[in-house]
């Protein structure tokens, strides 16, 4: 007797992405209560299942969901705001200011629903979030549909949302509590950067991360300037501030990491640190070329990130995938540095490692959560394909994601979210354009 499905999903190439990114021609997909069930050949599948549903998808690659390891979803209402600035100007100039008269739950709640519109029609399944307003951002995610890593954020100075690190974690983490449970949602601790927090306010934060088995989202070696002041106020690098204060560790989500050295790279290989690589805002700010393939090389973990729209201008995986594997190239002189498999587990499978779900989402393999892209390769644009996996890295774009399904539910097919209307998606990015063009005149 067949077996019931809900729906079986027949492409013209699959990838899983893990064991490898080896494209599959001729093989299918079956979701059962969101998860999948199998991934076997056309035939096989057509003999065993009896599914409510089936798709076929005759142009199309059907890959995991991808996952954003860093971003600050809100920021998107941000986008435009101060650019070619470097870092320290872009923040202390343009959006610090900015933020201190606009934040509050309605900006997060209405930013991070346009962020997360736009990264799921872009094949973008689920994100690691840091920002203010976590339970206005947790609604947002829950009523589009998507998955999301929300940051407890830990920071020195007082915002609109709280007083000082005391206050931000006793209100995230009641926060985290309010949501707990919830199958697309989950929490990290995230304090903002070693330049933002005390040694005190991180030990707290070991603590908690230890009690709690959470990710410890963190900027880190992002910029020079960042080692320059840590040396002159701490007396040493970042990351040996962290190491003296028990922070690196498995729990550890290193954001950027561009300026390592080889003890370094040893020292979060040793202790099992994952790093969220932003090749986009990297090079926006003007930061410099984080050491990908000599941390890869090390056995470190590593996820692509898109950074907030703010200091990149678009939360999209596939732009980031390209400049991945062409910056890494391009740093070592050496074509063959980061290859288009690389790049593409990067995005997936590396993504969720970096936020500690790499054993729900990521890749294709049965039991895990049917968080899925389809990539539509029937464009002349696309044509001829001799490699589906280079076509995604080097050819394709997010205006090619045909169909995304978050837990075996589909939320988005040619770019339109079936969950909310455009208009209403226009008229939140409209609302707050003119409140913040009102305030800065």
Not at 71 to 90: Q, V
Not at 230 to 237: D, F, L, N, Q, Y
Not at 314 to 331: C, N, Q, T, V, Y
Not at 360 to 389: N, Q, T
Request: hydrophobic share 45%; glycine share 8%; net charge negative.
């Amino acid at each position: 007797m067949a077996e019931r499905v809900d729906l079986l999903l027949r492409p013209r190439w699959l990838i899983r992405v893990e064991p490898d990114c080896q494209p599959l021609a001729g093989h299918a997909l079956a979701i059962r209560d969101g998860r999948i069930v199998a991934v076997l050949p056309t035939e096989a599948a057509n003999e065993r299942f009896a599914p409510d549903r089936v798709e076929d998808l005759p142009d199309h690659v059907l890959m995991p969901g991808m996952v954003n390891a860093h971003t600050h979803a809100a920021m998107n209402l941000l986008r435009g705001l101060g650019d070619d600035l470097a870092l320290m100007d872009w923040l202390q100039q343009a959006i610090w200011p900015a933020e201190g008269r606009h934040v509050s739950a309605e900006f997060v709640r209405d930013g991070t629903t346009l962020a997360a519109a736009e990264m799921l029609r872009g094949g973008i399944t689920a994100f690691n979030d840091m920002y203010f307003f976590p339970d206005a951002a947790a609604a947002a995610v829950d009523r589009i549909g998507m998955r999301a890593q929300l940051g407890v954020v830990v920071i020195e100075f007082a915002s609109s949302y709280a007083s000082g690190p005391d206050d931000y974690l006793g209100k995230g983490l009641a926060t985290r509590d309010d949501w707990k449970g919830h199958p697309r949602i989950s929490f990290a601790l995230a304090p903002h950067a070693p330049y933002t927090v005390s040694d005190g306010s991180f030990e707290r934060v070991r603590s908690l991360a230890d009690e709690l088995d959470l990710t410890v989202h963190l900027h880190v070696h992002e910029t020079r300037h960042e080692l320059e002041a840590s040396v002159a106020e701490h007396g040493t690098r970042p990351l040996a501030r962290l190491e003296r204060l028990g922070l690196l560790s498995p729990n550890l989500l290193a954001v950027h990491s561009v300026h390592l050295d080889a003890g370094e790279i040893e020292a979060m290989a040793r202790h099992g640190v994952r790093v969220a690589h932003c090749p986009s805002s990297n090079m926006k700010l003007a930061s410099g070329i984080a050491p990908v393939t000599d941390l890869l090389a090390a056995g470190v973990s590593v996820g692509l990130g898109s950074d907030g729209a703010a200091s990149n201008n678009r939360l999209d995986l596939f732009m980031e995938m390209r400049e991945a594997a062409l910056l890494a190239k391009l740093g070592r002189l050496d074509a063959t540095a980061l290859g288009a498999h690389q790049a593409l587990t990067m995005a997936t499978l590396g993504g969720a490692r970096a936020i500690g779900l790499d054993a729900e989402i990521g890749s294709l393999v049965p039991g895990k959560w049917a968080d899925l892209c389809a990539v539509a390769f029937d464009d002349p644009d696309l044509s001829p394909c001799f490699d589906p996996v280079s076509h995604l890295v080097y050819v394709a774009g997010r205006e090619n994601v045909s169909h995304v399904w978050v837990g075996g539910r589909l939320l988005a097919h040619r770019r339109r979210l079936l969950g909310i209307e455009e208009g209403e998606l226009m008229a939140i990015s409209a609302l707050w354009q003119n409140r913040i063009e009102q305030q800065a005149q």
